[in-house]
């Protein structure tokens, strides 16, 4: 039988290295994935680990999926350093997509340039809302914010294909589920010609820097850990844990909702069914493979978005499912529990007579 | 009645494969382990269940196929938190993460097939003119379901190890201490909670919608976690809870049915607001929930020497 034995100090280094082993062994793992399936191993994870990073274009590509993946993990790490179990951020972002769409589809022609702020500032206030109504039912109720927010998600996903199977739908569009595409005052800048990375990874830098200061250097943010981390010794000091509830998940849905105004007002410039593959979701990963630290997540987000590409690549290129990236995210997140374990504790292995009582 | 048999055969239809898991994962949670992989289980079933079914021809294949796909999930599941020690909250959506890319990994080749219509129903009583043709007339799962249900309660509250697993929900340490081998009854537990969640993913491809489509699912693993707390842990009213939410499901049909002018997206909301009024309402009352809950839900346990 396996017994773990705590360790007397778990190291720093270890906890820190722990992600990139589980990374490096969840490659390993679709390597035996690609094996498996007749392809050529490295072949596979060049796609993954290569690819991504080749060339300008490429460079584009991982920052549009990067934006949106970089700000939700920052979001959701607030979130789990206060204790708040919000895994709804995939609807959050959906409520900013909505919210956001809406006031970019009153722009018309002639529009002020600068109105894409509004639509911005849109996008962020429907993902509070959406982020508010489950911490409302937690606080006000008692009800399970992991449930509520997930369950919330659903329903958004519902009212966006009301939105644009109903009165958003383009009169124009061939009767496809779209509104029609935004006018160009409502829309994103392109960063770099030739790419299609946009404005919004600015905003991502500057999110990434505000948690990081906020969570570090300002008092709420002080809070909000302490609460997270020793409930007892923050109520003991008097630090309310309603204050830490409402203020991680406004601040994680109003990032949420900033990714999701960021994709239909960046890339996609119209409103659809599908605004993420799942982004909100694969942040939870990102959240905890970056350690629940803004810089961690910014550097995990990273490395999900050049998941999503491989995906894709791997969709276009052999023929595989996108959905194999859902495998890399689940084995990704079983190893880094497990190494979690491995820093936390040591291994003993006894025989069955041993262990015996 | 004549329209009412037939709406209650459907509620009952509806309201297994959400009866199955929530009454899988209320093992898990009575032996103190919260498990959010519910759905990824269910994905992965459904998958493997409809494959199995649509190369052999034969549902029962079908099923047993996809309770062995949610049992193998769920020793994964085992190994992570009751081996490794690792977070209940993060492993259950790593298992999530991983049944749900699996399975529409394993199923892109099904999509839009359909399996062969064979005649459901317990033989003999559904042959009984008048209600046999409504009331018998469902996949005997359904009645095992029911049977199930029962057969939990009875084992929770009647026999010494339905005891024991309680025990260990409640306080693995004085479990432990009394000498029981903790560690082993949670990884059974769990074992025996996904094989009814993996029955639960099949029953929804192989007996009722008869098709495979990648998310299938649509949050019923979640909804049936919602529902033990609705049933406050108690395997009789988590079926009661499963059949209204069946019963809801049908409704939505029902009022399209009636030419009710709501748009079809407001109508499919109605099980989420529904789950999310219920956890309202059941964490509105910690009284209740404290009494309930299986007190070291979620935590690791780790034996001191």
Partial sequence: MIQLEPRAAASRLAAWLSPLVALALTMLGGAALFAMLGIDAWQGLRLFLVEPFNGVYAWGELAVKAVPLVLCAVGLSLCFRANVWNIGAEGQLIAGAIAG????????????????????????????????????????????????????????????????????????????????????????????????????????????????????????????????????????????????????????????????????????????????????????????????????????????????????????????????????????????????????????????????? | MDSLLPLLAATLNAGTPLALAALGLAIHERAGVINLGAEGMMLLAAAAGFAVAFHTGSPAWGLAAGAAAGAVLAAVFALLVVVFNASQYGSGLAIMLLGSGLSAFAGVSYAGRSLAQGQAGLPWLRDIPGLGGTVFALHPLVYATMALACLLTAFLYRTRTGMLLRAVGESPESAHALGYPVGWIRALAILAGGLCCGLAGAYLSVVYTQLWSEGMVAGRGWMALALIAFGMWHPLRILLGAYLFGGLTMLQFQLQGMGVQVPSQFLAMLPYVCTIAVLALRGGNPGWMRRNMPRSLGRPFLPER
């Avoid at chain 1, 606080?139 to 009301?162: C, H, I, K, P, W």
């Avoid at chain 1, 008097?238 to 830490?244: D, M, T, V």
Wanted: with cysteine; net charge positive.
């Fill in chain 1, 101 to 357: 769409g809406g006031v970019a589809l009153l722009a018309g022609p002639d529009t002020w340039r600068g109105y894409v702020a509004l639509v911005m500032a849109a996008g962020m206030l429907g993902g509070m809302l959406w982020a508010a109504l489950t911490a409302w039912l937690k606080d006000r109720f008692g009800a399970n914010e992991m449930l509520v927010s997930l369950m919330l998600t659903y329903v958004v996903q519902l009212l966006l294909g009301y939105l644009v199977f109903g009165p958003w739908r383009d009169p124009y569009g061939y009767n496809f589920p779209q509104s029609r595409s935004f006018d160009e005052a409502a829309v994103l800048p392109v960063l770099w010609e030739g790419t299609r990375a946009h404005a919004g990874l600015w905003l991502a830098l500057a999110a990434t820097g505000a948690a990081w200061l906020f969570l570090a250097r300002s008092h709420p943010g002080f809070r909000l850990r302490v609460t997270g981390a020793a409930p007892a010794a923050a109520r003991y000091a008097g630090y309310s844990p309603r204050q830490a509830l409402w203020t991680s998940m406004l601040a994680c849905g109003a990032l949420a909702g900033l990714a999701g105004i960021g994709e239909v007002a960046g890339p996609m410039q119209r409103l659809t069914t599908s605004v993420s593959p799942g982004y909100g979701f694969a942040a939870v990963i990102a959240a905890f493979l970056g350690r629940l630290h803004p810089a961690g997540a910014l550097l995990a987000g990273l490395v999900m978005a050049a998941l999503y590409i491989g995906g894709e690549l791997a969709q276009s290129r052999l023929g595989l499912p996108a959905s194999i990236v859902g495998v890399f995210q689940g084995l990704a997140l079983a190893l880094l529990l497990l190494g979690d374990t491995l820093v936390r504790y040591r291994i003993r292995w006894r025989r069955p007579a041993a262990a015996a009582r």
